[in-house]
């Protein structure tokens, strides 16, 4: 099934942890595909957070960690910060699309 | 710095077309694939559309296969997004991403990304 599931919405206080997972299925995930994440401030482009399932870009703080595992893959974002309210999207390569697949987004609130 | 610059969107009617530009400078353009990703009003990201450096290679979302052309001219830095048979549902704020690669693989990522530009189709 080409779909990646996110959940649409998360929170979490200042200073807390909070996890994104992002679930998959045969055809992208589960076939071994990266998975990339990104966040998207309001009114604003997307921005690279997570490349290569576990990798973060110049400049992204290492208060950013990917994973996966099997069909699923999950963001942690540790101590939150005000700053990081934003939406948050996975990406990976789904071969019956031939193309991206890009999950549905989760809103991320600070409490 | 990095930068990709959308234009070209607009109002259009159902049916009718439009040609999205996007001028890209500090990187080395003709090295890298190309995509177009679209998001509809409150909506997620979808991707439309990929081209490899040397536009060898070109993929399509179903949704918009054999309506929408990608192309690209390296001499002038640009990429290019052809809508024609345009649909209500095609109405979205466009944008246009890198590649963290030269072709069109699995494994890459949209490394940077314009702050896109808004189509709107209604009659």
């Known amino acids: 099934q080409s779909v990646l599931t996110q959940p649409p919405s998360v929170s979490g206080a200042p200073g807390q942890r909070v996890t994104i997972s992002c679930t998959g299925g045969?055809?992208?995930?589960?076939?071994?595909?990266?998975v990339h994440w990104y966040q998207q401030l309001p009114a604003t482009a997307p921005k690279l957070l997570i490349y290569g399932n576990i990798n973060r870009p110049s400049g992204v703080p290492d208060r950013f960690s990917g994973s996966n595992s099997g069909t699923s893959a999950s963001l942690t974002i540790t101590g939150l910060q005000a700053a990081d309210e934003a939406d948050y999207f996975c990406?990976?390569?789904?071969?019956?699309?031939?193309?991206?697949?890009f999950g549905g987004g989760t809103k991320l609130t600070v409490l | 710095e990095v930068q990709l610059v959308e234009s070209g969107g607009g109002l259009v009617q159902p049916g009718r077309s439009l040609r999205l530009s996007c001028v890209v400078s500090?990187?080395?353009?003709?090295?890298?694939?190309m995509h177009w990703v679209r998001q509809a009003p409150g909506k997620g990201l979808e991707w439309v559309a990929s081209?490899?450096?040397?536009?060898?290679?070109?993929r399509y979302a179903d949704s918009v296969k054999g309506r929408f052309t990608i192309s690209r001219d390296n001499a002038k830095n640009s990429l290019y997004l052809q809508l024609d048979s345009l649909r209500p549902e095609d109405a979205a704020l466009y944008f246009c991403a890198k590649d963290t690669g030269e072709i069109i693989a699995p494994s890459d990522a949209f490394d940077f990304w314009g702050q896109g530009t808004v189509v709107t189709v209604s009659s």
């Open positions: 500090g990187f080395a353009f003709h090295d890298y694939a």
């Open positions: 045969s055809s992208n995930i589960g076939a071994g595909y990266d």
């Open positions: 990406q990976s390569y789904d071969s019956s699309l031939g193309g991206a697949l």
């Open positions: 081209l490899s450096w040397n536009s060898g290679s070109k």
